[in-house]
């Protein structure tokens, strides 16, 4: 009885973290983040050429079933800093307003009009230039690479 009690009271405490958001079941949220941080961040370097592109675009799993045509890898540690994210919002494509602007290293990877999966072939153009990213979640966090 004691035990069932306890129960209760621990699946009502739950309900009320989760009522007041304290407690965020958001895995939508934390998958994309993770995705964004996969296809798109990469600190470890400031700039890559096409060697970088095409063995990135395969490790990163962006090659298959399919060639990604177009891809940026920005060279910021977005992981542990998301201050862009507390930036003015801006329009994404989209036409959301969760968008956010900053200027960063990155290497664009473009895919050759010949190649085919799984063999793809990039040319890749280093540069430090704006990025527009979208922000999702509480706190915030990158969620999608807008251009
Ligand atoms: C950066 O390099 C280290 C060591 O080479 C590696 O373990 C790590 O996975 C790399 N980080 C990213 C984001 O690629
Ligand atoms: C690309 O960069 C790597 C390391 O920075 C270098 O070793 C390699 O020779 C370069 N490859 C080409 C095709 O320029
Ligand atoms: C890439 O995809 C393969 C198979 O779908 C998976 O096993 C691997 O963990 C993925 N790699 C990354 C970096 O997500
Ligand atoms: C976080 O990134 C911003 C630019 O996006 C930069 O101005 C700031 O210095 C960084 N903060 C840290 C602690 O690295
Ligand atoms: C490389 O990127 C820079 C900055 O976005 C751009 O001005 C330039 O036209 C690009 N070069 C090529 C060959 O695409």
Same mark, same amino acid.
């Given at each position: 009885?004691?035990?069932?009690?306890?129960?209760?009271?621990?699946?009502?405490?739950?309900?009320?973290?989760?009522?007041?958001?304290?407690?965020?079941?958001?895995?939508?949220?934390?998958?994309?983040?993770?995705?964004?941080?996969?296809?798109?961040?990469?600190?470890?370097?400031?700039?890559? /050429?096409?060697? %970088?592109?095409?063995?990135?675009?395969? $490790? &990163?799993?962006?090659?298959?079933?399919?060639?990604? @045509?177009?891809?940026?890898?920005?060279?910021?540690?977005?992981?542990?800093?998301?201050?862009?994210?507390?930036?003015?919002?801006?329009?994404?494509?989209?036409?959301?307003?969760?968008?956010?602007?900053?200027?960063?290293?990155?290497?664009?990877?473009?895919?050759?009009?010949?190649?085919?999966?799984? /063999?793809?072939? %990039?040319?890749?153009?280093?540069?430090? $230039? &704006?990025?527009?990213?979208?922000?999702?979640?509480? @706190?915030?966090?990158?969620?999608?690479?807008?251009?």
């Amino acid at each position: 009885m004691a035990l069932q009690r306890t129960r209760a009271l621990l699946l009502l405490l739950l309900l009320i973290l989760l009522g007041l958001g304290l407690v965020q079941p958001s895995y939508g949220q934390d998958g994309m983040y993770q995705r964004f941080l996969q296809q798109h961040v990469d600190p470890n370097v400031t700039g890559g /050429n096409e060697s %970088y592109c095409n063995l990135m675009m395969q $490790r &990163r799993n962006m090659t298959s079933p399919q060639c990604k @045509p177009f891809n940026t890898f920005i060279h910021e540690d977005l992981q542990s800093n998301h201050s862009i994210c507390s930036t003015a919002n801006i329009r994404c494509k989209n036409g959301q307003m969760n968008c956010h602007q900053g200027v960063m290293k990155v290497t664009d990877c473009k895919k050759t009009e010949s190649s085919r999966a799984p /063999n793809c072939r %990039y040319r890749a153009n280093a540069s430090t $230039r &704006r990025v527009v990213i979208a922000c999702d979640g509480n @706190p915030a966090v990158p969620v999608h690479f807008d251009k």
